[in-house]
T-cell receptor
Framework: AQSVAQPEDQVNVAEGNPLTVKCTYSVSGNPYLFWYVQYPNRGLQFLLKYITGDNLVKGSYGFEAEFNKSQTSFHLKKPSALVSDSALYFCAVRDFKAAGNKLTFGGGTRVLVKP | NAGVTQTPKFRVLKTGQSMTLLCAQD?????MYWYRQDPGMGLRLIHY???????AKGEVPDGYNVSRLKKQNFLLGLESAAPSQTSVYFC????????????????FGDGTRLSIL
């Protein structure tokens, strides 16, 4: 079985400050890890993914994430947050052996960036 | 390029009524998925399809049926709606063929907001 935990329901950060959204995962094999962002009344938009290789992954809109195998974590980061980054963020994991490319999502973390 | 299109965007039903949600994708994706999103619970997989004519159960399939008669369409049906099925429903699709296809992201529609009274 595969699972994802996002321990923070909400993260508040001032504009211009670093932003971190935490994610830990559990899979039986090698993980494929994804971050998605959801704006109000919209579907999920893909931000970045880790499949293999470099543990630091760069994605859209200046976001990056660091894969840490020993801590089974995949935290999302942005060096300088913008007000427009306020949204709902989801971490997702897939065991590379899972049929149908099925993803398991975390519960989501709401990010509020204050001016 | 429309991507993934869901119809309708909003719907209110009475308990016991039936309805069908339509998902259409124009990216020639093999795999398609139906999720429901509830506050604090993330997205939970209802059913999915790995190709035309095939469907499989996900995490929360009870009370729902699906059909994939055409590659580009994936229908989600509620035979007898219940208040517990009030949710936002998302359809997604992804590639499946070729090397590395398994690591491709899923592409999502903008959702159907369904209320069951």
């Amino acid at each position: 079985a595969q699972s994802v935990a996002q321990p923070e329901d909400q993260v508040n950060v001032a504009e211009g400050n670093p932003l971190t959204v935490k994610c830990t995962y559990s899979v039986s094999g090698n993980p494929y890890l994804f971050w998605y962002v959801q704006y109000p009344n919209r579907g999920l938009q893909f931000l970045l993914k880790y499949i293999t290789g470099d543990n630091l992954v760069k994605g859209s809109y200046g976001f990056e994430a660091e894969f840490n195998k020993s801590q089974t974590s995949f935290h999302l980061k942005k060096p300088s947050a913008l007000v427009s980054d306020s949204a709902l963020y989801f971490c997702a994991v897939r065991d590379f052996k899972a049929a149908g490319n099925k993803l398991t999502f975390g519960g989501g973390t709401r990010v509020l960036v204050k001016p | 390029n429309a991507g993934v299109t869901q119809t309708p965007k909003f719907r209110v039903l009475k308990t016991g009524q039936s309805m069908t949600l339509l998902c259409a994708q124009d990216m020639n994706h093999e795999y398609m998925y139906w999720y429901r999103q509830d506050p604090g619970m993330g997205l939970r997989l209802i059913h999915y399809s790995v190709g035309e004519g095939t469907t499989a159960k996900g995490e929360v399939p009870d009370g729902y049926n699906v059909s994939r008669l055409k590659k580009q369409n994936f229908l989600l049906g509620l035979e007898s709606a219940a208040p517990s099925q009030t949710s936002v429903y998302f359809c997604a699709s992804s590639y499946s063929t070729g090397a590395g296809a398994g690591n491709q992201p899923q592409h999502f529609g903008d959702g159907t907001r369904l209320s069951i009274l």
